[in-house]
Each structure stands twice: as C-alpha cells, then as structure tokens.
C-alpha cells in the first residue's frame, strides 16, 4: 500500500528481495551439495554463479534457481571429450548419479542442458560442472550439441559489482524489477539475457530514478533484443540465441512495447498528478510485486 510513487518503488524493491532466512537455507543447501560432489569426484575449487553471486536474485525463493559451479579435475575432461564414453552428456550423467546417492528422495533430479538440476521443495539448484579453459576462464558441458562452451561466472560477478558501484548502487535493483516484470509477464526471457541487456543498454547512462530507469530500458531494449547480446567476459557467443526465430525475436520485441507504452502512460499519470491512476499502471507490469493504491 502506497500513496506517492516514489514510496511504492521503493516497497517494489523490498518486495523484490529474498529474506535473510531464505538466504541461510540457500547457504546451508548449497555447502552440503558441494560436500557431497566433492566426496565422490576429484574437484578443484567450487563456487556460487549465477544470479545468486550476482545479487539479482528475485523472491519468493521457491521459483529461484541457485547454481553451483564445479571445477573439476582435467582427468574428467579428457574422458568424457570422448563421444565413446558418452561425452559432454557422459559427464552430467556422472554428476547426476553421484548426486543421486545422497539426495535419494529428492523429488527430481535431472540433466538439463548444461546442468544438473535437484528440483528441491522450496527451491531448485542447477550444478554446473566445468574445467579451467586454457588462457582463462572455464569451460562447460553443452549436452545438446555435444560441445563445450566458454564462460567466466566469476568474471561475471565482477563486472556487474563494479557496474552496480559505477550506478551508485541502482543498478542491481533496476534489473531485479526488471525481472519481476519478466517473471508477472510470462517469464518470455531468460535472466541472464536481460542483465546482460541492462548492463548494456545503461552503460555511461544515469539512472535518476527508478520509473524513468525502467522506461528508458523498456524504450531501449524493443530494438536492443533485436541483435546479437554478446556475453560481457568476452568469450563471444549471444546470449540470446535461445531467441532463434523471427517470430520469437518479434514477439519479444512486442513485449517490451507493451511494457514502454504502460511506462509511459504511469509517468505521464504522475506527471498530471494523478498517482493512484499511475501506481495502477505500474502494477499492469509489476503485478503483484509492486504495492496497490492505498
């Protein structure tokens, strides 16, 4: 409940945030699952990724994924590079059955894509096994296209830290409520494509407050999700790829339209000073994350 619209961003932003119990159990969670990989492979270091290290994590915690990076040892490496001992999906089957050992009422635990995921009650976990990627970086298991991919997670968690800082600390909470709206409008987007095109679109850009930050990125992004978004740690590949059509690149363009136009709409509302008329369009695409007209 709110009255001013500065107010209501500001509940927006709490409302967005997990809560300090929900981060003890994801802590707990997470060290025991690297307990257990560690117990029965050869690991070189593990670490959190994702949008968890990155501080852009939504609640409710229960429609969260946490990922959890595993380096392993480059004995595994040259076994599963091999397409005769199952290769990149040879790999992931190996993390999953020694996942299953210990978590043998998890609900489900599967091999997605990338990943190993355990689909716990209250939230899901992703384990990503990798290798240390000569000249930097790691490499991880693509099992659709029986490929390795290029990535650096903690790379990441350094160039959106430093970005954060650059925007005086506006930045995660702009592409939390980006992803809340993302999340009320069908979940069309994968995260990590949209920080990826924030981080982007408001480099060198002020963000002077959050209702014209939000505008300017709907405005930006019906033309940005068009091209290639490139990953930032400079390993190439887009990562909106999974937008592989044109159909599916102009319905996502669609859906920032839409977004733009309502944004539009609530700040002109304010502007004539009619704010329960702007609170309401901001909730057309915030939904419940953002607070009612008291």
């Known amino acids: 409940m709110a009255t001013t619209i500065l107010a209501s961003f500001q509940k927006l932003k709490e409302n967005l945030e997990t809560t300090g119990l929900q981060k003890s159990t994801v802590s707990t969670r997470q060290n025991n699952v690297r307990e257990v990989v560690e117990k029965d492979l050869l690991v070189l270091d593990s670490f959190l990724t994702g949008s968890y290290s990155r501080n852009t994590m939504i609640a409710p915690l229960k429609e969260a994924d946490v990922d ?80 390795w991919i290029s990535t650096d997670p903690k790379k990441h968690v350094e160039i ?58 709907f405005d930006k992004a019906r033309f940005y999700v068009t091209k290639q978004n490139l990953d930032p740690a400079g390993y190439g590949g887009d990562v909106g790829s999974y937008l592989n059509t044109q159909e599916k690149i102009q319905e996502a363009s669609s859906k920032f339209q ?31 994350y953002f607070p009612a007209y008291e």
């Open 68 to 147: 959890i990076f595993i380096v392993l040892d480059p004995k595994y490496f040259y076994h599963y590079d091999n397409r005769q001992n199952g290769g990149q999906t040879g790999l992931l089957d190996l993390l999953k059955r020694t996942l299953r050992k210990t978590y043998t009422k998890t609900p489900d635990i599967s091999r997605n894509g990338q990943a190993v995921t355990i689909r716990f009650e209250d939230f899901i976990v992703d384990v990503v096994p990798g290798f240390n990627r000569k000249g930097g970086g790691y490499l991880i298991p693509n099992s659709i296209t029986q490929s």
């Open 258 to 288: 839409l977004a733009y136009e309502r944004a539009l709409k609530a700040e002109d509302y304010a502007s004539r000073g009619c704010i329960k008329n702007a609170i309401d369009m901001w909730v057309k695409i915030f939904g419940d």
């Open 160 to 217: 959106f830290s430093q970005a954060n800082s650059n925007h005086n600390g506006d930045l995660i909470p702009l592409i939390k409520m980006i992803k809340g709206w993302n999340r009320n409008s069908g979940k069309h987007f994968r995260s990590f494509h949209l920080e990826v095109m924030i981080l982007q679109i408001l480099n060198g850009v002020t963000i002077s407050d959050f209702p014209s930050g939000v505008r300017f990125f």
